[in-house]
């Protein structure tokens, strides 16, 4: 019976199971499994988990029952050293699997995906050795030319002659039309050695791969030259050819379409993937706004059986809710104006702070206003800051979390509030709706810790950046709206940074002035009990001194307050302990001064 031959021009890959307890090996085979995959190789000697988990698929679970009952799995001896490790398996043949992923399942004991378990001993997946997979009919791209070298081929050649290029001057001649990942990276280790460090490389492998395999005929394609976003239609497939001064020697034909876009009249969301620095860049997550922005439809509508084309949705703006007379009553505002002015602050600034005094009503505000302008409590996310709170709690960093399939714990990058919510917006299909994430007592931080680069973002909303762990290029979504509280008896407004003070947009909330001035006032009148705590709450405030230490109404919006002694009793208990906090170590009677008896008699 032949051997099964290896795949030409892939190496071996290996699985590390976890704690070190051995390692699995094996080699693609050049026949085909029935999935239209190629065939995987489990090498003999290789280790494998004993033990099948939960998520096993039932082919796999009978495969290795099999293999264990004929003598294809054997135990593996005990490790002296660890009497505590959990039972392995040895291959005792070379087992041929029908994909890699078929291979993966038999060595963890649970479904993986084979492509990105089995890795080669530098640490590159087995996907970089196949093929580009499927992908969606057409996509967009960004391809950088108005300075190569210092030359604008974009002016000089691009739109005259009808192309776009890479330079590729180091690459050698290559054989396939189709290149995968892990031939580019070799040819551009051998050809750029001593020319470009590693990560530009790196940058370059991905940059070859799209270009070369990716790219399709058919593909919007985008490219910036003098201060203008030319769109065209790729016509042709991938050409390697020599050029003047190396400079364009990987090219695809285009139909460049007449008209042209200034930069800044480019919808935002394509600005923000336009400023990723990269000369190869993936827009496929805007083409619907390049579309919109050209006039072009896509190539052919979908139809199913005898109904009518089904049409892609028209692309929706942004915009938040109305102002309604329903919500201005129930928030109890003195004047609708003021609301509207608040949408019209966020639409324009995309953060607001609500600062004041405490029981000012800040956070209640902030989550009403959220909720109304977004739609719902479904596109609102809440936290809370606090002093040893850090960008790896606010977006994203490297945290234990144990495999629910193998019970190990490792540390993995995870997603936080703003990560999620960022992502959640972004999604297709959800960019016309408002999402808010909204920063209780956004002071308590240090805020230069827990923003770490995203300060750029919130200011720079057409832009990205590369972030600090994911390596990803990031944009802070234009539908996502921030909305903190600050307690300014905590700490003033006046010690917020500069920083700060630029990018979000600051709004009052004083006991002193509408619409907190009035709030106890009406919602008293609205709930048909006595005034008196209003008049009582203004001659409070009248006799402090520091406006950052007034007190807010909602100490006395509660239905606590009108039970038999209530009053006294959250006067007693909630509001002068605050006061006695403000005039600590001043030698004044707090309560001879603040007390409802001194209070009363000071009425008219």
Known sequence: MPQPEPLPGTPEFRIKLPKDEGEARGHLLTEFGANGTYKFLLKEGSTVVAEAWPGLGDHARRTRAELRANGGFLDAPPDPNRPQAPPRWIASRDIECNSSSAAAALVYGYDASGPESWRTAEGHPLADFLSTGWRPPRKAWLVRGSNVSGHNLVRQLWLEEGFVSLAAAHLPPLEASDPTKSTLRRFVEEGYEGAASYNQKRGLVDELHAFLAQMRVGDTVTTIGDGRLHVGRITGDAVQTSSPGGLSNLRRTVTWLPQSHAYEEVPEEVQQKLSVQHDVVDLTGVLEVLDGLTGQVEPAPVT?????????????????????????????????????????????????????????GKTYLAMKLAEHFGGGPEQVKIVQFHPSYAYEDFFEGFRPL??????????????????????????????HIPYFLIIDEINRANLAKVFGELYFLLEYRTRSIRLTYSGDDFALPPNLFVIGTMNTADRSIALVDAAMRRRFAFVELSPRTEPTAGLLARWLKREGKDPEPARLLDALNARVDDADFAIGPSYLMKPGVYREGGLERTWRTKILPLLEEHHYGEGIDVAARYGLESLREQRP
């Open 402 to 431: 144990e495999d629910p399939e193998t019970r190990e714990v490792a540390f993995r990058l995870t997603a936080g509030p703003l990560r999620e919510l960022a992502d959640l917006a972004s999604r297709e299909g959800n960019r």
């Open 304 to 360: 199913i059986g005898e109904q009518s084309p089904v049409e892609r949705p028209a692309q929706r703006e942004l915009s938040l809710a109305e102002i309604t007379e329903a919500l201005t009553a129930d928030l109890l505002v003195h004047d609708r104006t003021w609301l509207d002015e608040m949408r019209e602050v966020l639409l324009d600034e995309r953060q607001l702070v609500l600062y004041g005094p405490p029981g000012t």
